[in-house]
């Protein structure tokens, strides 16, 4: 008789047959052998050579899934393959040759005899397989009593199995992999903000091409985020929501369009306008300080620039308290990197400890005085004056 091969993308289809894989009792695949009718020698060598030939395509497989996570899948926040299926479905498709194959192992170990009756439906090839889930024959003999092709085709078997479950396993780690992202904002806007780095270093001229030329720059996806943000949603539950849904050219799109409108917007970026909203002054004079920080040795341990002084920068910066100080905190870092600034400041934990000494008065409101008017000074040294300021502004170009 006939068996359904068919079975669901999903999950729980992984989740059973990973379960079925494990089955490689002596006794399962004896009488599976009985039922199958596979008695003769002949037939033996035969299905040995079919499991070689299935056990290699299994291992490729494998380690193409193990590229596809060693390129970065879960770090990506657009991917090409999301677009049309779910993790899961992709993941199996990329391993069809291990399924079709494992099914059809399972296949050859099924009851061979006609059932009695007139029943057309087809029985499941998992649940009838001596190796799957269907009731077997305990065997008075063990494996040493049966032919040496026998128990080297148990052998193959044994490792063929071996191996598709070791490629379900990685299936199963990527499908939670991205689960937990997707259940996880921060982690979700933080892989979008590294995305979002590389394709604006990446595209440069484009941008800047854009900006020059004035060109159209609606993008319906924009739109809708704006149109979450309405809402109320963070762009970390936002992040959320679009991870592993874009393909690659889509996510492009976006963050260019983005990153030009921002530009002609007062000529500041979606980043400074989170931390100053619009206020252009103050954006300026936080890009002149950060960009010659270095002038006035802030304190710290050698190389290195202190907590006490970034919390009092942060201070002086005085950023929207809407935004958390591990925003300030990158945007900072970044600016103060491409500027050339040749410190490295500390960690986020030391400057939390620094504005605990402010908020305490830890640190004393003349010190606070003292450090405001050195930055106040450092800026008048160095800002630009009104009509350069807006020539500047926009090109200004979140890089």
Known sequence: ????????????????????????????????????????????????????SSDGLTQLEHTRLRKLMDEGFIEKFATNYNKRYSTCHMLMNKMRSSISRGLGMLERLC??????????????????????????TPSLWGLEYHKESVRTLYNEIKAYEGHLTACIELCLHIVEQVAYVRNHPKDAYEKHMNSR???????????KRFIDLNADM????????EAWKQEKKSMEEISAMLYHTLDENEYNDWIISEEVMAARRQGITNQERALWGDDKQQVMRCRTAYSHIDEVQPEGQEGRIGGKFMALLHNWSKVQPSRGLEYWQTYFVDFYTAS??????????????????????????KEVDSFNRMMDNLVQKYMLTSDEQEKRMKKAVDF
Request: aromatic share 4%; net charge positive.
């Open 1 to 52: 008789m006939a068996y359904d091969r068919h079975i669901d993308k999903t999950e729980e289809e992984l989740c059973e047959l990973r379960d079925v894989y494990s089955k490689s009792e002596v006794d399962r695949f004896t009488d599976g052998l009985e039922a199958g009718r596979i008695t003769s020698e002949e037939k033996v060598i035969e299905f040995t050579n079919f499991i070689r």
């Open 340 to 365: 050339g600034g040749v410190l490295t400041p500390v960690k986020l934990s030391a400057v939390k400890r620094g504005l605990a000494q402010i908020t305490k008065a830890e640190i004393g409101q």
């Open 197 to 207: 780095r590389d394709v604006l270093l990446n595209n440069r001229s484009v941008i």
């Open 218 to 225: 609606d993008n319906g996806l924009m739109a809708k985020v």
């Open 111 to 136: 009851e061979k005899k006609r059932s009695r009756g007139s029943d057309n439906s087809k029985r499941r090839v998992i649940d009838n397989s001596k190796m799957g889930k269907s009731p077997y």
